[in-house]
């Protein structure tokens, strides 16, 4: 069988949203994923990657994303929340509600991520 690029980038792009939705989950007292089958499937890729190459990946997610929820940290960890992933397009969306607030992630075909957080001014004024 010959290499397919597409495969790799796919491959890359899945194992990377598993571990960004490994990370903000941990962050929170409990998530409720609402389409198991895609956390399911994520997980199988990440199962898939070599121990080195895991903990290198999440060395880096990890060193990045507390520079993003750190301020939130405290507030975050009695929360729960409802997690949604799905596909749009080319990119995998990860969205983290807790009834007010809302903290997205995306992940591109690359594997390069972007994470935003929208919350209210009581959450802000608490953190």
Same mark, same amino acid.
Not at 37 to 55: C, D, F, G, H, N
Not at 65 to 74: G, M, P, S
Not at 106 to 124: A, Q
């Given at each position: 069988?010959?290499? *397919?690029?597409? &495969?790799? =980038?796919? @491959? #890359? +792009? %899945?194992?990377?949203?598993?571990? /960004? ?23 199988? *890729?990440?199962? &898939?990657? =070599?121990? @080195? #190459? +895991? %903990?290198?990946?999440?060395?880096? /997610? ?23 992933? *799905? ?41």
């Amino acid at each position: 069988m010959a290499y *397919r690029f597409m &495969e790799k =980038k796919k @491959s #890359t +792009q %899945e194992e990377t949203t598993y571990i /960004v939705y490994m990370i903000i989950s941990s962050y929170f007292n409990k998530v409720i994923c609402r389409n198991a089958y895609m956390e399911k499937r994520l997980y199988l *890729r990440y199962t &898939e990657m =070599k121990r @080195s #190459t +895991q %903990e290198n990946k999440e060395s880096k /997610v990890i060193a990045h994303l507390e520079k993003i929820l750190a301020r939130y940290e405290n507030v975050l960890a009695k929360m729960n929340c409802e997690a949604i992933i *799905r596909s749009v397009q080319d990119i995998y969306v990860l969205d983290f509600y807790t009834g007010f607030e809302r903290i997205r992630a995306e992940v591109d075909p690359r594997g390069y991520y972007k994470v935003t957080v929208k919350c209210n001014e009581t959450f802000n004024a608490v953190s």
